[in-house]
């Protein structure tokens, strides 16, 4: 347990001790009590991970779940994306996602090996989809936002996300942005979902919104899309 034991005290060491930045992030965070939110700048936790990272004995931690404050679980999601083995990647993101209680924790969540491993992915994007749990869902169509919509894109990702029913708002949020994406990078495709109302009212025009926000969508298409808004 030393470990676990030193990081919890370097966490304490680095934090702003600023009241302000912590009711900041914990009014953020939102999911998470606040008495729980050390307030450890972002910056500083990602150069602590990379740190952490190269040690022989970070399983320890790893393993060490549920963490109790949220920088625990953002350093998780940090050391994790540095993971550079593919399987390795997959046994500690499986391992991890049933614990992630916030929608911070899981968007840092971003395993930087499978840009190469894509086909490796899919199957766990497939599975991680079906989840019953919040974050794992968002989890999912985060990893189909981030490497599916460019050359391995395939119509059938928009038909995954669309047929999603969980209301929770953090997973309609990511379903937005998700679209949203898609409307910048496979334009003709994702504006006949728009156009034909696949998505429910919130996330619909949630998407629109967040599209006409990117610098991405041409001004052409951000008038059309004003036009497809529900009502």
């Not at 972002?42 to 022989?56: F, H, I, M, N, V």
């Not at 169509?141 to 969980?166: C, G, H, P, Q, R």
């Not at 951000?222 to 808004?229: A, G, Q, S």
Request: net charge negative; aromatic share 12%.
């Amino acid at each position: 347990m030393v470990i676990i034991e030193e990081i919890r005290q370097r966490l304490y060491e680095i934090r702003d001790t600023k009241t302000e930045y912590r009711h900041f992030n914990a009014r953020t965070v939102h999911t998470v009590d606040e008495e729980l939110v050390l307030g450890v700048r972002t910056p500083q936790l990602r150069d602590y991970a990379k740190e952490l990272s190269k040690r022989g004995d970070i399983e320890e931690f790893l393993l060490d779940l549920p963490h109790k404050y949220f920088e625990e679980n953002q350093l998780q999601s940090f050391i994790i994306s540095l993971i550079k083995d593919e399987k390795k990647c997959i046994e500690e993101i499986d391992s991890f996602l049933p614990y992630i209680d916030n929608w911070a924790t899981c968007d840092q969540l971003i395993p930087n090996v499978f840009k190469k491993h894509k086909e490796m992915l899919l199957p766990k994007v497939y599975e991680w989809i079906k989840s019953d749990k919040v974050y794992t869902i968002r989890f999912a169509v985060k990893m189909l936002m981030t490497y599916y919509l460019d050359e391995d894109f395939d119509v059938k990702y928009l038909d995954m996300a669309t047929n999603i029913t969980n209301e929770d708002y953090y997973v309609k949020m990511m379903v937005a942005w998700y679209f949203a994406t898609a409307l910048s990078k496979q334009y003709d495709i994702a504006i006949t979902y728009i156009e034909n109302k696949k998505l429910e009212k919130w996330t619909h025009n949630k998407a629109i919104q967040k599209a006409i926000e990117s610098y991405r969508i041409s001004d052409a298409q951000k008038e059309y899309l004003k036009t497809l808004r529900i009502k």
